[in-house]
């Protein structure tokens, strides 16, 4: 891309890095949450592959990594669910219970309560933000030419 | 406040025959966002932060695979005759969407009326009462989606994760089979 889109994305790509690490912290005070933030996320590296190319992104953020961050932020999901289910396994325990409100209640409209809410939020913000980077750039890798009459879909993992 | 409403999906109604009336791809990937960003103007006047910033967050990455995918495919323009019988079924589709439409508006809730408030012990406004007394969460929206109703996220998760799953097996497998040529 141009100087002028370079510029701008350096600029500009640490801010929305901020907004999407602050939509998903503060996601159960203010409006916002952990799919929207990891999806802010995702833009700020797709910003950073659409201005500098695929290479430069990589090394930020590998698409591998990605993927395993995809994975783990599942598993971590799914964990908290079982969590309180088996902490809580005397007294009425089901699947997502609110394990850490209802032993230590924090004080409503602070940072450090909700309990499991802001973990969750953090866990989808780094899954979603995982998938939606690795959904971009599996598509960016697809290249698509004519040979010998037909369409091939071709795709490429190195930077020509 | 109504009448501005009306305006924008008036609007929306139109980019959406432009989408698909157009021949040019790219300013039917265009007027596709304008939806999207039409629908996301429409939630924020009527006071659905959560969503609306949700939505143009998705619109935006949307966008930009779409136009990035047009232009990869190498394809600008499309064209074609619609064919008469996807016309008519679509056609009395919408004529059929209309009547039950019409059945199901007069059961609704005037504009602006909650219409949770008719039955007491309704899911929803259970879900606003209680929401930071049993949860904390001052944000009632953030409350459901992760306490209340954690197991539908759960599965909004596994549904994503499924949708990596399926495209990384699908490209690398072509991947692999262009080396072995």
Known sequence: ?160 | MFELLALIIIFMILAGILTIETEDLVSAVVSMGAVGFGLSVCFILLRAPDVALTNIVVEVVVLILLLRGTIRLGEKTVSGHRDLAGLVSGIILVILFLIFGIYAGVEFPRFGEPGFLRFEDSASWYYLREALSRTGAVNAVSAVLLDFRAYDTLGEIIVLFTAVLGSIALLRKKLKRDKEQ
């Open chain 1, 1 to 160: 891309m141009s100087l002028i889109v370079k510029t701008i994305a350096r600029w500009v790509v640490g801010f929305i890095f901020l907004y999407g690490i602050y939509t998903m912290v503060y996601g159960h005070l203010t409006p916002g949450g952990g799919f929207a933030g990891g999806v802010i996320l995702a833009c700020a590296y797709i910003l950073i592959m659409l201005a500098y190319g695929r290479g430069f992104a990589f090394r930020n953020l590998d698409w591998r990594i990605a993927r395993a961050l995809d994975s783990v932020g599942g598993i971590l999901f799914l964990t908290l669910g079982v969590l309180g289910m088996i902490l809580l396994m005397d007294d009425g325990a089901f699947f997502f219970v609110n394990f850490i409100q209802r032993s230590l209640p924090g004080e409503p409209f602070h940072l450090f309560n909700a309990g499991t809410i802001p973990i969750g939020n953090l866990v989808i913000g780094i899954k979603v933000m995982g998938a939606v980077f690795v959904g971009f750039a599996l598509l960016s890798m697809v290249r698509v030419y004519e040979f010998r009459g037909e369409r091939v879909f071709e795709s490429r993992e190195e930077e020509e």
